[in-house]
Nanobody, 124 residues
Framework: QLQLVESGGGLVQAGDSLLLSCADS????????MGWFRQAPGMEREFVSA????????KYADSVKGRFTISRDNGKNTLFLQMNTLKPEDTAVYYC?????????????????WGQGTQVTVSS
């Protein structure tokens, strides 16, 4: 069973960048398609990005396309989300998630494992 831990969140100004990471200390992530979701207060959890098991395929929400980049390093059991040109509307708790043997899942129900989340706050 995976235990995903996110890191890298924080308080930044609009236009700044952040790099989020998600790792499991023990098990290899190469069996899992991975994704990032976010949830703002009072809102539904929304899809941000997903990446296939070996990184060949990626998908992004329209709201982050061109600004965010998802990547993974299976050798280090780590998933990344590089977030550039951040906007106040990007403020949310960001969660990483994993689906075993998944292709490119995009809905929360497709993911089996979740991290505890990391807060990203973007001030205007």
């Amino acid at each position: 069973q995976l235990q995903l831990v996110e890191s890298g969140g924080g308080l930044v100004q609009a236009g700044d960048s952040l790099l989020l990471s998600c790792a499991d200390s023990g098990r290899s992530l190469s069996d899992y398609a991975m994704g990032w979701f976010r949830q703002a207060p009072g809102m539904e959890r929304e899809f941000v990005s997903a990446i296939s098991r070996f990184g060949r395929n990626t998908k992004y929400a329209d709201s982050v396309k061109g600004r965010f980049t998802i990547s993974r390093d299976n050798g280090k059991n780590t998933l990344f989300l590089q977030m550039n040109t951040l906007k106040p509307e990007d403020t949310a708790v960001y969660y990483c998630a994993a689906q075993r043997y998944g292709i490119l899942p995009v809905t929360p129900r497709e993911f089996e494992y979740w991290g505890q989340g990391t807060q990203v706050t973007v001030s205007s």
